[in-house]
């Protein structure tokens, strides 16, 4: 039986093994890329007509920060138009017109408002689409900030007629809020700096992140258009698009900043979603890839891609049988050959994150040494919050694969203001996806136990594991509306 499940164990970390060594891969694309020119707008050809489109749902504290932000476009206003698709049922709603109302900008505002909120966002975007004047779609979540030059920025990637979309890579408003805030910004980093930077110089699929770029209308419209079928609309989109030859450009050096979740509850809201989305992608769209006519390279990065969130399906089994290993290993009760020189797989796959991250959180940054200081406690606090949303990312996984269905169930989004703290405790009544307390606590009570027999044993790598378990589902079980603020 020790044998059977050391095996078993050695699988999964095999398995884990895999996906890092893709990440590698990306990580060396990223390196070796050939840096592309920076396109201006020609002042000889006409500009073109552009929609941008604001999807919101109760977004009452960050949506007069986004609308500013899009009334200072440079962009002509005979050339732009701002459609505010909102399905808000709370005060949302009443600040949009009280905006437009008062607002002086040059720029026209449309406020489109739905009889129901069929379909979430993918469904508020394809009813602004019925009636977009623009050869050009523009979209930005709620908690973003555009910055002003950022259609000057895009719209000269376009002169190639070939490229379907032109995505931009997210910056922060608040990293230094907190180390959850932190946490989260090595983990973004690392996907706009690695995975869609070397995908895009290794020719695979990338995909439209929501928010933060822009669309060819035309290229919308052969794809299919929006569907509603996958919590992660803009990943189903950007694999039919590509599978349909469009290309897709990634511009490392223009961000667009935005809120990062400040509390454990709304990033594990976030987070399901995501999981769910993806894994109703792997369901809709793999056999399309794999039918398609694409590079084999590009089948095999964009399998990769459409599996990250299911990488979480070895998690919860690891998290369980790495201490049952180590204690089996510490009695010698383990008679595979070389059990011990195997069993390193897991100190080198930790190791190979480790460096990835580490790499993926300073490339294209600034304020370089802050970053190297702050290494070490992020990672730690990533690790554990990937520790403690585990399980939830495990239901979503299934729930997307078995073809449960669900709402679209939004992130919480605070602003920025001295009554923040408030706002976290009373702001937002939102739907929690699902609970899993009783097994949050079972992981919690498992990584005291795990503590136990690491200090009991005066072993490093053992206490370091059991920490990150802990500190993960005590934010889970009994922090998750915590803020951590640091300053």
Known sequence: MNNILFIIWLGLNTLLLIFVLHELYLLASALMRKKKPKKTI????????????LPVYNEKYVILRLLESAAKLNYPSSKLEIQILDDSTDETTEIIRNFINTQTSIHVFSHVRRSDRFGFKAG??????????????????????ISPDFLEQVVPYFSDQSVGVVQTKWKHLNESYSLLTRAQAIMLNT??????????????????????????????DDAGGWHADTLTEDLDLSYRAQIKKWRFEYLFDVGSPAELPITFEAYRTQQHRWSKGAAECVRKNWGLLWQSKVPLKAKILGSFHLLNSSVYLLI?????????????MQNNLITVPNHKELASIGVV???????????????????????????IPSIFFFFAMTSGIALYMVI???????????????????GESKELVTKVKTGYDFKK???????????????IFILYLGIRDANGMMITYASIITVGYSLAVLFPKKTFRLS
């Open 191 to 220: 996907h706009f700096s690695i995975e869609q930077l070397g995908r895009s110089s290794a020719h695979g699929f990338i995909n439209f992140n929501g928010t933060a770029g822009v669309w060819r209308r035309a290229c919308i």
């Open 124 to 145: 508020a975007m394809a009813y602004g689409l019925k009636e977009a004047k623009g050869e050009f779609i523009a979209i930005f979540d709620a908690d973003f900030v």
């Open 433 to 447: 996806e699902l609970s899993l307390r009783f097994f949050e606590v079972f992981f919690l009570a498992y990584g």
């Open 396 to 414: 979503g996984v299934l729930e997307g694969y078995f073809k449960k269905p669900s709402d679209f169930v939004r992130t919480p989004k605070f």
């Open 42 to 53: 020609d002042p000889l050809q006409p500009l073109p007509f552009i929609t941008l489109q």
């Open 349 to 375: 796959t930790s190791s190979l994150l480790i460096f990835i991250f580490f790499v993926g959180n300073l490339l294209g940054q600034r304020h370089i040494v802050q970053k190297i200081v702050w290494f």
């Open 316 to 328: 919860i089994p690891l998290v369980l049988f790495s201490p049952i290993i180590y204690l089996i």
